[in-house]
């Protein structure tokens, strides 16, 4: 069993107070946050402490400070990007069509060197693990392959995935602070293109993406669509 254990400053205790706050609605996007000094009795802690707090969270683009007017919450930039972030579930059945997943893989590793940078872990701490399949109308059109952090979502893997998707279940359970993410066409591994019913090397639509909660990656993921089958819009 892991032991390692971190204990969390005082100051990043602050900022994820604040960042729950926002995403459970206490706190709404353009809506000014309570003073510095009221936020330093509120935590028992320093005026510094907790300016060192808002200023981070400021950078990040949570906040915005407005001198003379006081600090508020910014808008949300993960919002607008091209690709937004919900439920393939949820938008299959937008378009009038029936979902359903197969579950290939529900596991716990140890997260090696690659991701223990990406998630600024030790290499012999736990991730959890899930591949999934998705079905539009029982054909497949994404493999979903995802890796989260337990610190984030410790009962990740007690989920029936077959009821909901991680997408909904994380969203719900794991307030969202920002993500970033790649789409490249790349040719279907063996295993991919076994689940997607495609021939090895056929082309694929590959969205990689990873996500922060609570200031800390929360999951890292990797999507598979078959190219010729599915493609990516937005609004502009």
Known sequence: MNTHKTTIPVFQHIKNSILESIQTGVWRQGEAIPPELTLAKQFGVSRMTVNRALRELTAEHV???????????????????????????????????????????????????????????????????????????????????????????????????????????????????SGQYTIEALPAPERIAEMLHMQPAEACLVLQRTTRSMNQVATKVTMWHPGARYQFSGKI
């Open 63 to 177: 906040l915005t400070r407005v001198q003379g007017s006081g600090t508020f919450v910014a808008q949300q930039k993960y919002q607008t990007t091209l690709i937004e972030i919900q439920s393939i579930a949820k938008e299959i059945r937008a378009r009038g069509h029936v979902h359903r997943s197969e579950l290939y893989e529900l596991s716990k590793a140890k997260a090696g060197e690659t991701l223990a940078f990406e998630f600024s872990v030790s290499p012999t701490d736990y991730l959890f693990h899930t591949v999934i399949v998705h079905f539009e109308n029982d054909e497949p059109i994404q493999v979903e392959d995802r890796w989260v952090n337990p610190a984030i979502a410790p009962e990740y893997l007690q989920q029936d995935f077959s009821t909901t998707t991680p997408n909904e279940y994380l969203m719900a359970n794991a307030p969202l602070q």
